[in-house]
């Protein structure tokens, strides 16, 4: 069974820094690329950015309003992707939620339970 | 940047009824297109992606239509499970974009 585990969702003050961490189970982890996706309280789904497949050596891609914030890794070891957020601002408060893309079609096909990340003083 | 819009942004049905999401890209997305199901309090669930295709497990109420930039979800008879929001999504170019939703709710 294919399982993504969130943590690391926490309060933060503007300006602050946090990592967040997806722990990938049931599915061999360095085939696929993995996304984040968040969701502001109350809103729309917002892509943040994606860690291609060991094939494409792990390059990432970013949306606008998180690049050169936001970065995205993996440990293989622990089949593991992490988002490390930096100089966060009001409007990064939201569920973050790790997702699997299809090796074949690139389609979203699974998506963790999510993690809060709440940015106030 | 691609602009995915959904129509309506919420509707009113009844359970037995046939409903229609409207989806359209600011330009064209080939069959780069998925669609998503969410309940209050839960993560997005895949129902369908490449325009058409059901993702494994979802009921045949479901379908999908549409080419170029205009696209469909339809489904066939609403049940009570079906009261959602829904979202599509395009991922032919980065950055991947999302509909703004359309709540269904029921009348």
């Known amino acids: 069974e294919v399982q993504l585990v969130e943590s690391g969702g926490d309060l933060v003050q503007p300006g602050g820094s946090l990592r967040l961490s997806c722990a990938a189970s049931?599915?061999?982890?360095?085939?696929?690329?993995m996304d984040w996706v968040r969701q502001a309280p109350g809103k729309g789904l917002e892509w943040v950015g994606r860690?291609?497949?060991?094939?494409?050596?792990?390059?990432?891609e970013y949306a606008a309003s998180v690049k050169g914030r936001f970065s995205i890794s993996r440990d293989e070891s622990k089949n593991s992707v992490y988002l490390q957020m930096n100089s966060l601002r009001s409007e990064d408060a939201a569920v973050y939620y790790c997702?699997?893309?299809?090796?074949?079609?690139?389609?979203?096909?699974?998506w963790g339970q999510g993690t809060l990340v709440t940015v106030s003083s | 940047d691609i602009q995915m819009t959904q129509s309506p942004s919420s509707l009113s049905a009844s359970v037995g009824d046939r409903v229609t999401i409207t989806c359209r890209a600011s330009?064209?997305?080939?069959?780069?297109l998925a669609w998503f199901q969410q309940k209050p309090g839960k993560p997005p669930k895949s129902l369908m992606y490449?325009?058409?295709n059901l993702q494994s497990g979802v009921p045949s109420k479901f379908s999908g239509g549409g080419s170029g930039t205009d696209f469909t979800l339809t489904i066939s008879s609403l049940q009570p499970e079906d009261f959602a929001t829904y979202y599509c999504?395009?991922?032919?170019?980065?950055?991947?974009?999302f509909g703004g939703g359309t709540k269904v709710e029921t009348k």
């Open positions: 860690s291609r497949n060991k094939a494409d050596r792990y390059t990432t």
């Open positions: 330009q064209g997305i080939s069959n780069n």
């Open positions: 997702v699997r893309v299809a090796r074949i079609t690139h389609h979203s096909d699974c």
């Open positions: 049931g599915f061999t982890f360095s085939d696929h690329c």
């Open positions: 490449g325009v058409s």
């Open positions: 999504q395009q991922y032919k170019t980065y950055p991947l974009t």
